[in-house]
């Protein structure tokens, strides 16, 4: 049974929401990722631009798609702006506070948003070490992978009879 | 704690050129002239105690009694079972838990399975102190299974509640035949009707469609916030769920709200007299043009002379509904979605759901409510706007791109 809350905005998110950055699909990308499923009403795309700078996998370019609330593009908007230029490794330790905090903080019942943003970078970066995984990248799932996918299977253990497509 | 600005969104958010109200369900517009009449009721006449013996007592005593007057003569009624409380929710639950409260013995009680929460979550309260609650499905249209119901009545049952008109999809209950039923299989079921949604827009003679207890909400009917009904048929007993002094109104203690049933009144005056025929006529130039104009879309519930005439609801894939209720917003187009992004948990409307629909239908779904006050004009900016939103959040979209 759910009941409604009353969902204020800040004006970055709304601003975002109106012009967001980095929309689009990427043709090619070097790494990409999906998190979020259309029954929770939440899916962002990742696709990242990466190319070899001395030691480190830098991202060039950051794009995004997204099906979901205003919170969750102008979430994977500014995510994309945070990455652009930034080592993998570095881009590994953006957490989902850092993406609220630039939103200028979230509602409760909006952080898997974030989440799900931070989330689905991790699972591109994770793909783009598919073969050959550096030191730096744990091993297990961190917190936030955890909650993307506990978002994804509790909706699929709640409800996976009843979800079906077009 | 996170604490935004509200008056820092609204400056960012800004003044649309043009804007097109539609969001009634939730709350209402009022027109100037119910508000003209509310306003000599706070400071000038009728601004006493309706149970007092003073003459601005009188006067306000005379707005409880004509209004009660007025709504009876819609429902052809006697006006002394006329009882006012402070909103549709309020009604509803005072028919609920009231009249089981009265009752004093435990039963099973029966709703369909899209009633408003006010009544859902009343009936649920009453599950968790003994009573025994059937949900009963309805079709991909919304409409009660008659047969099930048959089937569900029998002699434990002390309760039926089953809308006129369900709020979300506009579906206009075959509610006679169903009371019929009910009564035929146990004559002393209280049958309870929220008909919120169906003042004023479909024909409501409670006695004559037998039911025991009927809701009405004011701002349902462009009247103010503050003002819900509930006809009790005579020999059926409520209990007061709130206990307190001094009224006229024996199911609601305090002071009666004056103004507001004066506007209220005004409401009903306005909504008998203008008729709805206008209104059928822009529903269908507004479903009509967004299912024309826009591919993979759905209307949720019955069309034609079984949906509610203001009633427009539409699913619009690949997108998901609160997104669109803020791009549309930012437009000026004011509408709302049965989306679960709008609620507490990863739950859309329960409405949607119970039809059948699939997740991304629900989530993608707005609700427009029209009113005798919109225009062609009106309809036509507002399906203009949709087209343009839908169009950009299914660009910004992972889904339906193949």
């Given at each position: 049974m759910s009941t409604r809350v009353p969902l204020p905005y800040t004006p970055t998110v709304l601003e975002l929401f109106r012009n967001p950055k980095n929309m689009g699909k990427m043709e090619n990308p070097d790494a990409s990722a999906q998190a979020g499923s259309p029954a929770c009403g939440d899916v962002i795309s990742i696709y990242l631009r990466i190319a070899r700078e001395g030691d480190e996998d830098v991202i060039e370019e950051a794009k995004f798609e997204s099906y979901g609330c205003a919170a969750n593009i102008a979430a994977a908007s500014i995510l994309?702006?945070?990455?652009?230029?930034?080592?993998?490794?570095?881009?590994?330790?953006?957490?989902?506070?850092?993406?609220a905090e630039r939103l200028g903080g979230l509602p409760p019942v909006k952080r898997h948003c974030s989440i799900l943003a931070v989330g689905g970078l991790r699972r591109a970066i994770r793909h783009y070490y598919e073969k050959s995984r550096p030191e730096w990248l744990p091993e297990d799932l961190t917190t936030v992978e955890k909650q993307a996918l506990e978002e994804e299977e509790m909706i699929e253990r709640l409800y996976g009879g009843m979800i079906g497509r077009e | 704690m996170f604490?935004?600005?509200?008056?820092?969104?609204?400056?960012?958010?800004?003044?649309?050129?043009?804007?097109v109200y539609l969001d009634?369900?939730?709350?209402?517009?009022?027109p100037p002239e119910v508000v003209e009449a509310m306003l000599p009721y706070f400071n000038e006449k009728g601004y006493g105690h309706p149970s007092i013996t003073n003459k601005p007592g009188w006067e306000a005593l005379e707005v409880v009694e004509s209004t009660a007057e007025t709504v009876a003569a819609t429902l052809s009624v006697d006006p002394s079972l006329v009882h006012f409380v402070h909103s549709g929710t309020e009604a509803n639950n005072l028919a609920i838990l009231g009249s089981m409260m009265a009752l004093k013995r435990r039963g099973k009680i029966i709703v369909?399975?899209?009633?408003?929460?006010?009544?859902l979550l009343p009936v649920l309260s009453l599950e968790d102190v003994g009573f025994g609650v059937v949900r009963a499905p309805v079709d991909e249209e919304g409409f009660v299974d008659v047969d099930v119901i048959r089937e569900l009545v029998d002699s434990?049952?002390?309760?039926?509640?089953?809308?006129?008109?369900?709020?979300?999809?506009?579906?206009?209950?075959?509610?006679?035949?169903?009371?019929?039923?009910?009564?035929?299989?146990?004559?002393?079921v209280i049958f309870h009707t929220d008909a919120c949604d169906a003042y004023g827009r479909v024909p409501l003679k409670a006695e004559e469609i037998g039911v025991d207890m009927m809701t009405l909400s004011s701002h349902k009917i462009l009247g103010p916030k503050g003002v819900g009904v509930l006809w009790v048929s005579e020999g059926v007993r409520v209990e007061p769920l709130l206990k307190g002094a001094l009224s006229s109104q024996p199911l609601w203690p305090g002071v009666e709200n004056v103004p507001s049933l004066v506007g209220f009144r005004k409401a009903v005056e306005l909504a008998f007299?203008?008729?709805?025929?206008?209104?059928?006529?822009l529903r269908d130039r507004l479903i009509n043009?967004?299912?024309?104009?826009?591919?993979?879309?759905?209307?949720?519930?019955?069309?034609?002379?079984?949906?509610?005439?203001?009633?427009?609801?539409?699913?619009?894939?690949?997108?998901e509904g609160e997104a669109l209720t803020v791009e549309l917003s930012l437009r000026g187009v004011y509408v709302s979605s049965g989306s679960a992004c709008t609620s507490r948990v990863?739950?859309?409307?329960?409405?949607?759901?119970?039809?059948?629909?699939?997740?991304?239908?629900?989530?993608?779904?707005?609700?427009?409510?029209?009113?005798?006050?919109?225009?062609?004009?009106?309809?036509d900016y507002v399906v203009d706007q949709v087209v343009e939103s839908v169009g950009r959040l299914r660009e910004i979209s992972p889904l339906g791109k193949g």
């Open positions: 994309t702006e945070i990455v652009k230029g930034k080592s993998l490794r570095d881009a590994w330790e953006i957490g989902w506070e850092d993406v | 604490m935004p600005s509200v008056s820092a969104l609204l400056k960012a958010h800004g003044t649309p050129p043009k804007e009634h369900e939730n709350s209402g517009w009022v369909s399975d899209i009633e408003h929460y006010s009544v434990e049952t002390v309760l039926v509640s089953v809308q006129a008109v369900n709020h979300e999809i506009g579906t206009v209950q075959r509610l006679k035949e169903i009371v019929e039923i009910v009564k035929d299989r146990n004559p002393d007299q203008d008729g709805l025929s206008r209104v059928s006529t043009g967004i299912l024309d104009r826009i591919q993979d879309t759905q209307l949720n519930g019955p069309s034609g002379e079984m949906r509610a005439p203001d009633n427009v609801n539409i699913s619009f894939l690949h997108v990863l739950e859309p409307s329960h409405v949607m759901l119970a039809i059948g629909k699939d997740y991304e239908a629900a989530h993608g779904s707005l609700l427009f409510k029209l009113t005798r006050y919109h225009s062609k004009g009106d309809v």
